[in-house]
């Protein structure tokens, strides 16, 4: 038994036309069964949203806050512009904004903890300035090809380079299983840096259902007031021991079959 833990998917995507309903229950479900998995006593289920471009679903749920919109009801926590609970029956969700952003490299930076707009295709240092100015923590998210040659040797650099509070490296359950670890997580740990994961979902039918099968879980629980804000400072302060990853990897078929789903249809993952 592990006590109380807070399970967490750092990377959430909302896309365009994606049934709401079908993801929340999807999320607490799977975060549930990855906190049963752990033996966990009790538990608090947290997403961390990454919107992309005009996306706006945070904002969307904080102008119906204290109503319902489809089955879930939204409730604005005091202590921080940045978190709202969801409810649905017994069920419980955490919902911290955040944002993507790509730089001028073609990297995507996942700024967490924020609702502020950073622009597309600034330098990944300017990205990670603004992103720390604006108090949010900045991932970089490991993408199929996107952290190979020059753009993996400079997310190298930049790991390896700066303080762990600065840029955290990111995982997620669309990395295929055949794909070893980046070198580059080993570096993170030695530097106390946490890995922090979770399942980007894909703007493909039915990845709805993926939410909160990939992420992480830390000991304890989150206080009611300002709970983003807390979970910000404690990834930034803890030792990334008590960080733990959860989740597969994807199969090689299926990772086969999404990337050439989004080339097909052009989806937009940027």
Same mark, same amino acid.
């Given at each position: #038994?592990?006590?109380?833990?807070?399970?967490?998917? /750092?990377?959430?995507?909302?896309?365009?036309? /994606?049934?709401?309903?079908? +993801?929340?229950?999807? /999320?607490?479900?799977?975060?549930?069964?990855?906190?049963?998995?752990?033996?966990? *006593?009790?538990?608090?289920?947290?997403? #961390?949203?990454?919107? #992309?471009?005009?996306?706006?679903? @945070?904002?969307?749920?904080?102008?119906?806050?204290? *109503?319902? !919109?489809?089955?879930? !009801?939204?409730?604005?926590? %005091?202590?921080?512009?940045?978190?709202?609970?969801?409810?649905?029956?017994?069920?419980?969700?955490?919902?911290?904004?955040?944002?993507?952003?790509?730089?001028?490299?073609?990297?995507?930076?996942?700024?967490?903890?924020?609702?502020?707009?950073?622009?597309?295709?600034? %330098?990944?240092?300017?990205?990670?300035?603004? /992103?720390?100015?604006?108090?949010?923590?900045?991932?970089?998210?490991?993408?199929?090809?996107?952290?190979?040659?020059?753009?993996?040797?400079?997310?190298?650099?930049?790991?390896?380079?700066? !303080?762990?509070?600065?840029? @955290?490296?990111?995982?997620?359950?669309?990395?295929?299983? =055949?794909?070893?670890?980046?070198?580059? @997580?080993?570096?993170?740990?030695?530097?106390?840096?946490?890995?922090?994961?979770?399942?980007?979902?894909?703007?493909?039918?039915?990845?709805?259902?993926?939410?909160? $099968? @990939?992420? =992480?879980?830390?000991?304890?629980?989150? %206080? !009611?007031?300002?709970?983003?804000? $807390?979970?910000?400072?404690?990834?930034?302060?803890?030792?990334? $021991?008590?960080?733990?990853? =959860?989740?597969?990897?994807?199969?090689?078929?299926? =990772?086969?079959?999404?990337? $050439?789903? +989004?080339?097909?249809?052009?989806?937009?993952?940027?």
């Amino acid at each position: #038994m592990v006590g109380a833990i807070t399970v967490v998917d /750092a990377h959430v995507h909302v896309h365009p036309g /994606a049934n709401i309903d079908a +993801l929340l229950d999807a /999320a607490a479900e799977n975060l549930g069964n990855a906190a049963r998995e752990q033996g966990a *006593s009790q538990w608090q289920c947290v997403l #961390m949203l990454a919107e #992309m471009k005009q996306r706006r679903w @945070f904002d969307s749920i904080v102008d119906v806050v204290g *109503s319902a !919109s489809g089955r879930w !009801s939204y409730e604005l926590l %005091p202590g921080d512009d940045i978190s709202v609970r969801a409810r649905c029956g017994e069920r419980d969700l955490t919902i911290v904004a955040g944002r993507q952003v790509v730089t001028s490299e073609g990297l995507e930076v996942l700024t967490l903890g924020t609702r502020e707009v950073i622009p597309d295709r600034l %330098p990944l240092t300017q990205t990670l300035d603004a /992103a720390n100015a604006g108090r949010s923590l900045a991932v970089l998210p490991w993408g199929a090809g996107k952290w190979l040659g020059a753009r993996g040797k400079l997310v190298d650099a930049t790991i390896a380079g700066v !303080s762990a509070t600065r840029v @955290f490296p990111g995982d997620n359950g669309g990395r295929p299983g =055949f794909w070893p670890d980046p070198a580059v @997580f080993k570096v993170a740990a030695d530097k106390n840096c946490a890995v922090v994961s979770g399942t980007d979902p894909l703007p493909l039918p039915g990845e709805e259902a993926r939410v909160g $099968t @990939f992420g =992480f879980w830390m000991p304890g629980t989150l %206080p !009611s007031a300002a709970p983003g804000r $807390t979970l910000l400072e404690r990834l930034r302060t803890e030792p990334s $021991t008590s960080v733990h990853s =959860f989740g597969k990897l994807q199969g090689t078929v299926q =990772f086969i079959r999404n990337q $050439t789903a +989004l080339r097909l249809h052009k989806a937009p993952v940027q």
